[in-house]
């Protein structure tokens, strides 16, 4: 990707849950491509909505209060700062995260209609190759709700798009497993594999089959906010749904 290149993220939150006439935005970050890496920039939308203005180095957090279920909470909200960006926007993970083949392999609504977004970046001249007429031929990821692909490929799409930028050889994540989705699962480093923190626990491994309670994997993604949680910062949520994905292929892994 060329030096000058720039990915723009836009961020909005619902304040009442199932309710987009109720979003607001609330951040758009930048990430700039360099002659020796990326950096990144974040924006804070005020409340009138009508400007962003530049988050300071260190990032900030803000709170929000947010109807779910007819309940009223407070959601924390972090901007990351700028060494935070580079934490996850990694060498090895190919510093703009999603922007590769598996996950660009699907369609999307463009003015007009819908179109392959590999197909319609090539017709458009941002790819070497001047057109893609069968994306099917290329890999690609699943996306997490999608009931017509197995529940393994969805696992290990899940594992690749939020996972796989530190956990890969030669990544920055101490674990020693290999989350990308082109790895063969038998050489990945996740079934019955023995964690580098068992959790104080001996009979955890990463990925127990047929045992979510010793899982290790599925511990951090479930772990309340703190050191032991994954991803490790600009998340103050939990992914149920993420978590009852890969609870569902634990418990797939045990049958024949």
Not at 46 to 62: F, R
Not at 80 to 109: I, V
Not at 133 to 149: F, H, K
Request: hydrophobic share 35%.
């Amino acid at each position: 990707l060329p030096t000058g290149a720039v990915w723009v993220k836009q961020f909005d939150l619902e304040l009442t849950r199932g309710n987009p006439a109720t979003a607001r935005r609330i951040e758009t970050r930048f990430l700039i491509k360099t002659d020796t890496g990326v950096h990144g920039l974040t924006y804070r939308w005020n409340d009138a909505q009508t400007d962003a203005t530049l988050v300071p180095d260190e990032g900030a957090d803000a709170e929000f209060t947010v109807n779910e279920n007819g309940v009223a909470r407070t959601q924390t909200w972090r901007f990351p700062g700028r060494s935070e960006c580079l934490a996850c926007h990694t060498e090895r993970g190919g510093f703009a995260l999603s922007f590769n083949t598996r996950q660009l392999n699907r369609d999307h609504p463009f003015p007009g209609g819908s179109a392959n977004i590999l197909t319609a970046l090539a017709t458009a001249g941002y790819l070497s190759t001047e057109r893609i007429d069968t994306p099917a031929i290329y890999p690609a990821l699943a996306a997490a709700d999608n009931a017509t692909a197995s529940v393994e490929l969805r696992a290990r799409s899940y594992l690749d798009a939020n996972c796989s930028q530190c956990h890969q050889p030669n990544g920055t994540a101490p674990g020693s497993f290999d989350a990308r989705a082109s790895t063969p699962l038998s050489l990945a480093g996740l079934v019955n594999e023995t964690p580098i923190d068992n959790g104080g626990d001996p009979a955890n491994r990463v990925i127990a089959p047929g045992d979510a309670a010793h899982s290790r994997l599925l511990h951090r993604l479930a772990a309340s906010n703190g050191a032991s949680r994954m991803p490790p910062l600009a998340t103050r949520e939990r992914d149920l749904a993420g978590e009852s994905l890969v609870t569902q292929w634990i418990a797939a892994l045990a049958q024949p």
